[in-house]
């Protein structure tokens, strides 16, 4: 069993930045990070294959948002920057044993999921 655990979260204003970590119980081949506003679908933010082969983003984040990790610390991060007030959303890391390529930021993809962290972002 994955255990995930994430931290980070908060309120800023905008255009200002915040990094989530997202600490994992073992390592594991991929994270990703997702985010569910009220009354929205949960959407993909940002991916990492944690065997250093790459990361990938949604258009939304290009140019602002980071995801990296640490595996010494089974510990994938996600820098946000340029915080905008669509950000605003409760942020969930997830992961998958099995490295996903097709729907790589897909939730149905990811059966491991952490607790959430909310991100508030005022304009």
């Known amino acids: 069993q994955v255990y995930l655990v994430e931290s980070g979260g908060g309120s800023v204003q905008a255009g200002g930045s915040l990094r989530l970590s997202c600490a994992a119980s073992?390592?594991?081949?991929?994270v990703g990070w997702f985010r569910q506003a009220p009354g929205k679908e949960r959407e993909g933010v940002a991916t990492?294959?944690?065997?250093?082969?790459?990361?990938y983003y949604a258009d939304s984040v290009k140019g602002r948002f980071t995801i990296s990790e640490d595996n010494a610390k089974n510990t994938v991060y996600l820098q946000m920057n340029s915080l905008k007030p669509e950000d605003t959303a409760m942020y969930y890391c997830?992961?998958?044993?099995?490295?996903?390529?097709?729907?790589?930021?897909?939730?149905?993809?990811?059966?491991?999921w952490g607790q959430g962290t909310q991100v508030t972002v005022s304009s």
């Open positions: 997830a992961a998958t044993d099995v490295p996903v390529v097709v729907g790589r930021l897909s939730p149905g993809r990811y059966n491991y």
């Open positions: 073992i390592y594991i081949a991929q």
């Open positions: 990492i294959y944690t065997d250093g082969s790459g990361s």
